[in-house]
């Protein structure tokens, strides 16, 4: 029980046995006051003497008056000394009651907290795998980029290459065999080599070309010329 609840109690307690006390005080009082009240006179006495009765009688019934009084106002204070005893119970079974239904909520609430510190970790744990693959599947990427350029600047000494030979050869003779090649779907390997010829050369292998296969020659001057644009 809480440390109010038991000063509550020791307090309605304590005003209940003084309330009690005084009840029965008053109730003891009241019967030493009937016990002092003078006997009937006999019927011999004048009149005078019934007047001076009635006059030493009188503080005796105004006493008893004030002692039925007193009874009143004490049975007041006890019934309101039941009520207030009954409201403080009830105001204590609210408090329980509230007490139990916020421990309830605690709970409840403990319980959404600890599940949402696994769904936490779990994200955490989630991310961290992800964190991993991601950098995994950086690396691939990067390698594959390193691998690339690689395999782009092997191309290009190859191509700069096989053009310095072309520049070496006969214009009408390299004109030939890159027909033949754009006839066996080389022909974006043709438009490199021209790329990477002596321009003078290219345009001379071009010419040979033009003369014997102009729909070739066109395509390949387009080609050059798109992948001179895009450099």
């Known amino acids: 029980m809480k440390k109010y609840q038991i000063i509550v109690m020791v307090a309605l307690g304590a005003f209940s046995f003084a ?3 005084g009840f029965n005080w008053f109730r003891k009082q009241k019967a030493a006051d009937a016990a002092v009240l003078p006997q009937e006179p006999p019927a ?13 009688l009188a503080p005796a019934v105004l006493a008893r008056q004030g002692s039925q009084g007193i009874d009143e106002q004490m049975g007041l204070t006890e019934r309101q000394l039941q009520h207030l005893i009954y409201d403080v119970r009830e105001k204590m079974n609210e408090y329980n009651q509230r007490e139990r239904e916020l421990a309830e909520e605690a709970a409840r609430l403990e319980l959404v907290r ?4 696994e769904d936490i970790e779990q994200l955490n744990e989630l991310r961290e795998t992800l964190d991993l693959k991601l950098a995994a599947i950086n690396e691939k990427e990067e390698q594959i980029r390193n691998t690339l350029i690689a395999v782009e600047e092997v191309e290009r000494v190859n191509l700069e290459r096989l053009a310095a030979t072309y520049d070496k050869m006969d214009a009408a ?3 030939k065999i890159m027909v033949n090649m754009a006839a066996n779907n080389q022909l974006q390997d043709v438009v490199k080599i021209l790329y990477y010829m002596n321009e003078r050369n290219a345009a001379r292998v071009l010419g040979e070309i033009g003369s014997t296969r102009p729909e070739v020659a066109g395509v390949l ?6 992948v001179q644009q895009g450099e």
């Open 114 to 117: 600890q599940s949402l510190q």
């Open 221 to 226: 001057s387009l080609q050059l010329k798109r």
């Open 19 to 21: 309330a009690s006390f």
């Open 44 to 56: 011999s006495e004048t009149t005078a003497g019934l007047s001076g009765q009635r006059a030493a």
């Open 173 to 175: 003779q390299a004109g």
